[in-house]
């Protein structure tokens, strides 16, 4: 009797152990979700023998957070840190099937929210080490010089006459975008004349124009040592950025880029 029931026990460790591993199994990979009940996150989690590393970042700022932690069956503990590596928040969850589910708290405890997440097919790439530094473009007399400090990203826009700064914020589908925050379009498509008679549009146009311009910051594409910011638009989608630029595409090259590293 006791013979039966050592081997049985022997058949059950290895469904155990693929139990165990399948849980593991499901922490590989790139998860969106929320924190508390408003604050859209991406993760791409890395589970290596039970330690976990990885980023997330809120979809609104786009800056990859760093996290450390570790796997014990369907359970993961997280530890979020800063620039320096330190704690400054825990996130405790289980994994359940193509979910993570638990609470994130701040390094002292004085702050939970919950955290869902739930596991997507995308992949998720971590920003590039390549972005802080000098961008030109002389034909326009354009500087953009983009620094980075305490987890986060900041430009200095220089053009004839003026200076811009502001924060730097990032989305991501194929290509790599930086919005620079805080910048007025100089014109705006209600800065324009309609050469149709849509009464409709015209009611919507003087109510914009009552406001003020409608667009504050703009994009750019950012591949390699290059960033493509689309000046101007056309006629069913009229903006100028800059107006002191004619080119519609200004393409601004990385300077020293061995010292921007």
Known sequence: MRLIKYILFLMLIPNIAFSQLRESEMLLGNYKGKIGNNLDVTFRLNNNNGKVTGFYYYDKIGVDINIVGKISGSEILLYELNDKNDTVAIIKANIKKNNIIGNWFNAKKTKKHSLNLTKIKKEIKPLPKYIVGQYCQKKCDFNIEITKNKGEYRYKLTIPNKTFRGKITFSRDENLYLTFEGIEYA????????????????????????????????QGLIDSDEITIQNYGNSMNYFVIFNHCSEKYILLKKQNMENSR
């Not at 309609?194 to 003087?206: A, I, M, P, T, Y």
Request: net charge negative; hydrophobic share 30%.
């Open 187 to 218: 014109e705006d498509y209600f800065d324009i004349e309609l050469f149709e008679e849509d009464k409709e549009k015209e009611k919507g146009f003087e109510k914009l124009k009552k406001i003020g311009k409608r667009k504050v910051g703009f």
